[in-house]
């Protein structure tokens, strides 16, 4: 146990990052880490030893919140009526620019694919190389590599496109090799 605890602690952070990244909700993304946990913990026994415990967490995680996405999308989302909702949830943000081109990445990393965002995400945001990608996502190197290309080149299609009449900044990707 003490083992698992000093292994698996450091990564809480890295997890948590990619799962508010899959969902787009702090709340979302943290019963998705918790349940990851969970997961890990009753099943720590089954784990590779030979293999990476952080592909491992993350593969449990992105496999999960897939099964979350495929889920909510069969059950057509919750609906939550107006007089039961905060005031926090109601407020818009101030119209800062900050906000603007954080909001305009967003957008364009939800017209990615689900496939082309995982890879982007995985290797762009928590650092992970092509193999250990390819490990999370149970797809071969060469696929993570196809999708990675695809998703930058998506990016900064999107990124370019012009928003009301001003130029969007593009997204600073990092080539990893």
């Not at 990445?105 to 082309?116: F, T």
């Not at 390819?134 to 696929?143: C, F, K, Q, S």
């Not at 290309?149 to 990092?174: F, K, N, T, W, Y």
């Amino acid at each position: 146990m003490q083992q698992m605890m000093l292994l698996v602690e450091p990564l809480i952070p890295a997890l948590r990052r990619y799962a508010a990244a899959l969902t787009r909700d702090r709340a979302d993304a943290d019963d998705l880490v918790q349940d990851t946990l969970e997961l890990v913990i009753t099943r720590w026994h089954q784990r590779r030893t030979d293999g990476s415990v952080r592909s491992w967490l993350f593969a449990i995680l992105h496999n999960l919140a897939v099964s979350r996405m495929r889920q909510h999308r069969r059950r057509g989302g919750t609906h939550l009526p107006i007089d039961e909702a905060h005031e926090a949830a109601l407020a818009m943000p101030a119209p800062q620019e900050a906000a603007a081109g954080s909001r305009d990445l967003m957008r364009a990393l939800d017209a990615l694919s689900e496939e082309q965002r995982g890879v982007l995400l995985l290797v762009t945001v928590e650092g992970l190389s092509y193999a250990e990608t390819a490990e999370v996502l149970n797809v071969p190197i060469g696929t993570v590599m196809s999708r990675l290309s695809r998703a930058r080149d998506r990016m900064i299609q999107l990124m370019d496109d012009e928003v009301d009449g001003a130029q969007l900044q593009r997204p600073v990707l990092r080539r990893l090799k």
